[in-house]
């Protein structure tokens, strides 16, 4: 029997045709985030630093604030006894109020998935600046959720490109959500399901 079909919805449609974006980071964001990548191993320095590049993109991009958490503890991962066969490297979520986005987290795993070392801090900033490109989905764009389309990792490379940090992306957008059997960079939630409340999109911000 063949597989049903299914047509792509209207957040996934505007996902894919949303290519770039309506700001360009600040000089500060940029020297924030090159500060990122020669930050020393300490989960608490890297959060700070994380929280600032955050704080300062939404104000670029005109968004609602998003806290940041790193935890100090591996990645959570599934293992088949023989090999790794998938792993969280972090997760953003969020809730909305009359179609605004709020209480928006982003929470990183500071260690590797099965040795716990410390991962590098290329892997930090892709997976933060990844996660944040959810945030851009929800309170930006006003999607209901946030799926991994073309034109999300396309808006990925802009924003890399512009911190002139696009040495930290893999030089093929799948590569950062799999490879080597190993899946999932990162969960996006709003509530628990990627959809608002009611089903419905969350209010479009002026400008995007």
């Not at 958490?69 to 109020?97: E, I």
């Not at 986005?101 to 900033?125: D, M, N, S």
């Amino acid at each position: 029997m063949f597989g049903r079909r299914y047509s792509p919805d209207a957040a996934y449609l505007r996902s894919q045709a949303t290519v770039t974006l309506p700001f360009r980071p600040s000089a500060v964001a940029r020297g924030i985030t090159l500060r990122l990548v020669g930050a020393s191993d300490d989960h608490r320095e890297r959060r700070r630093l994380g929280q600032l590049l955050v704080d300062e993109l939404n104000s670029d991009a005109g968004l609602t604030r998003c806290q940041l958490t790193v935890a100090d503890r591996p990645q959570v991962h599934h293992h088949d006894g023989q090999r790794l066969q998938s792993k969280t490297y972090g997760y953003y979520n969020c809730t909305f109020a009359d179609g605004a986005v709020t209480g928006a987290r982003i929470r990183l795993y500071h260690r590797t998935a099965v040795r716990h070392q410390v991962i590098a801090p290329k892997v930090f900033l892709n997976t933060l600046l990844h996660e944040w490109m959810h945030h851009v989905d929800f309170a930006g764009l006003g999607l209901s959720r946030s799926p991994h389309t073309a034109g999300f990792y396309a808006r990925l490379r802009v924003l890399a490109e512009a911190l002139d940090v696009a040495f930290v992306l893999p030089p093929d957008p799948d590569a950062a959500v799999s490879g080597s059997g190993v899946t999932l960079a990162g969960r996006r939630q709003a509530l628990h399901a990627g959809d608002s409340p009611d089903g419905r999109a969350a209010q479009r911000l002026p400008g995007w």
